[in-house]
């Protein structure tokens, strides 16, 4: 089955500051590669995704790139913002029958001011 | 807005009860999901169902069964309770059928066993 990694676990930024979240998955038959962002005592929401065909996806301060040939997808945030604070999930998924996404460990990020 | 809803936020179950979670999704989704989530492990996927009472392992189904009689009700249910079963739960929904897309999650239902 797939297994995604994620790194790093924790990772602290002064606001304004750039944040990097990377992942990687080992099923290169995977082909779509969302991002959910979970604030505290909140339920996981996602917030950029990125299919296979395509190796950037941008979204206002939010990018997520794709590197098939390395199994690698990263998540870019420019421009941090206190509310940016929140705890990160990358996932890879196949598509079949039933979409079946497996996630990546998370990675908290913290927004100092 | 999709609503998917969990029965309960929080319970607290004795070891060898049986537990049953209930979600119910509001948008007409072919495919249900619940997830465990445990600090540091991430989210994993317990079971999921693409269907009417269609229903496939994800990668931690020990210990647990679930249940599809209705497209928008996809039950959890843990036949005899174990510490270690100790976690928060979390159904999600999405669609369509055979695409990868978007879940929705319900807000969670953190079950202790003591």
């Known amino acids: 089955g797939e297994n995604v990694e994620q790194h790093p676990s924790t990772l602290s930024v002064q606001e304004g500051d750039s944040a990097v979240i990377k992942c990687t998955y080992s099923?290169?038959?995977?082909?779509?590669f969302p991002w959910y962002k979970q604030e505290l005592g909140k339920r996981p929401q996602l917030i950029i995704d990125?299919?296979?065909?395509?190796g950037e996806k941008k979204d206002q301060r939010i990018a997520v790139t794709l590197n098939k040939t390395a199994k690698h997808f990263s998540l870019h945030i420019t421009e941090t913002q206190p509310e940016d604070s929140a705890v990160y999930f990358c996932?890879?998924?196949?598509?079949?029958?039933?979409?079946?996404?497996?996630f990546g460990t998370g990675t908290r990020l913290q927004v100092t001011l | 807005d999709v609503k998917v809803t969990q029965s309960s936020r929080y319970l607290v179950k004795r070891t060898g009860e049986k537990v049953f979670l209930e979600c119910v999704q509001d948008m007409d989704h072919e495919n249900m999901f619940w997830y465990r989530q445990d600090p540091g492990l991430g989210l994993r996927l317990i079971y999921f169902?693409?269907?009417?009472?269609?229903?496939e392992k994800g990668d931690i189904p020990e210990g647990y069964s679930v249940s599809r009689e209705k497209k928008e009700r996809f039950s959890l249910i843990l036949e005899s309770a174990s510490t270690n079963q100790t976690s928060m739960y979390l159904c999600?929904?999405?669609?369509?059928?055979?695409?990868?897309?978007?879940?929705?999650f319900g807000e969670g239902s953190r079950l202790t066993v003591l």
């Open positions: 990125i299919r296979s065909n395509v």
């Open positions: 099923d290169s038959a995977s082909n779509y």
């Open positions: 999600a929904s999405s669609y369509p059928q055979g695409v990868a897309g978007e879940l929705f």
């Open positions: 996932a890879a998924s196949e598509t079949g029958t039933a979409s079946k996404l497996t």
């Open positions: 169902s693409y269907d009417v009472k269609m229903k």
